[in-house]
C-alpha cells in the first residue's frame, strides 16, 4: 500500500467505524444462507436496532445473498457489508453487489489496498500482537479481533496496552452471554452470527 492509501485508509475507516459503532456495539453477521433468508434476518437485525449488518461471501453463491442484503437495505435507507472478503476480486465483486464496508479474517495490505480504492472502510482481521503492529502501520485503527472466544477477552485487554488507540471488534464465538466481557476487556464493539437465530440472544445484545 502507498502512504497516500495508508492515509486514506485510515481516514475512510476510522470515520465510518467511529460512526457506526458510536450508535451501538454490535454488528450481525448473517452467513451461508439463501437470499430469502439472509433478507429476513437482516430485517430481524435491523427491528433490534442491530444497524451494522454484515454478509459473508466465503464462497461465490453467497454473492447473491449480499446483492439482496444490499437491495433490501438500499430501501430502507440502511447499509450492507460483506465479509470474509480474501481477495481484490472480491472486493471488486462486493462494491457490485452493492456492499457499503468491507471485513476481512485477516490482515492482507492488497485486500485493504483494493477496498480503498473502491471508496469501501476496510475491517481487517487480526490474532497477534504482530498483525496488530503491521495494521497500525498501514493505517488501520479499527481492527477485528479474530478468532476472538480463542483469544478471549484478557486478550483484548493485554492488547490495549501496547496499542490504546487501537479499536477492536471481537469476532467468533461471542454471542449475548459473553458479549459484555469482551466490551468490559475493552472492546469496541462486537460481532454475533449464530446467535441472531434465537430470539433471546437477540434481546440480550440489542440493550449492549
Same mark, same amino acid.
Given at each position: 500500500m502507498t502512504e497516500k492509501a495508508t492515509v486514506t485508509g485510515s481516514s475512510l475507516s476510522s470515520t465510518f467505524f467511529d460512526a457506526s459503532f458510536a450508535k451501538q456495539r454490535v454488528m450481525a453477521i448473517i452467513r451461508g444462507? *439463501?437470499?430469502?433468508?439472509?433478507?429476513? @434476518?437482516c430485517e430481524s437485525a435491523w427491528l433490534a436496532g442491530l444497524e451494522l449488518v454484515e454478509v459473508p461471501i466465503q464462497s461465490p453463491d453467497a454473492v447473491a445473498s449480499l446483492r439482496a442484503a444490499a437491495d433490501a437495505a438500499s430501501r430502507r435507507g440502511r447499509r450492507i457489508g460483506v465479509g470474509t472478503v480474501t481477495t481484490p476480486q472480491q472486493v471488486k465483486e462486493a462494491l457490485r453487489a452493492g456492499a457499503a464496508f468491507t471485513v476481512a479474517p485477516g490482515f492482507d495490505p492488497e485486500v485493504a489496498l483494493?477496498?480503498?480504492?473502491?471508496?469501501?472502510?476496510? @475491517? *481487517?482481521?487480526?490474532a497477534s500482537?504482530?498483525?496488530? +503492529?503491521?495494521?497500525? $502501520? #498501514? $493505517? #488501520?485503527?479499527?481492527?477485528? !479481533?479474530f478468532p476472538a472466544a480463542q483469544l478471549s477477552p484478557a486478550w483484548i485487554k493485554a492488547l490495549l496496552a501496547? #496499542? *490504546?488507540?487501537?479499536? #477492536?471488534?471481537a469476532t467468533g464465538g461471542v454471542d449475548g452471554h459473553n458479549a459484555r466481557d469482551f466490551l468490559a476487556a475493552g472492546a469496541r464493539g462486537v460481532a454475533v452470527?449464530? !446467535? @441472531?437465530?434465537?430470539?433471546? +440472544?437477540? !434481546? @440480550?445484545?440489542?440493550?449492549?
Open positions: 444462507l *439463501p437470499p430469502e433468508e439472509t433478507v429476513g @434476518l483494493a477496498s480503498i480504492e473502491a471508496g469501501l472502510p476496510h @475491517l *481487517p482481521g487480526v500482537p504482530t498483525e496488530v +503492529q503491521r495494521a497500525v $502501520g #498501514f $493505517g #488501520f485503527r479499527w481492527l477485528k !479481533a501496547p #496499542f *490504546p488507540d487501537v479499536c #477492536f471488534v452470527g449464530s !446467535a @441472531l437465530g434465537d430470539p433471546e +440472544q437477540i !434481546a @440480550l445484545l440489542s440493550v449492549l
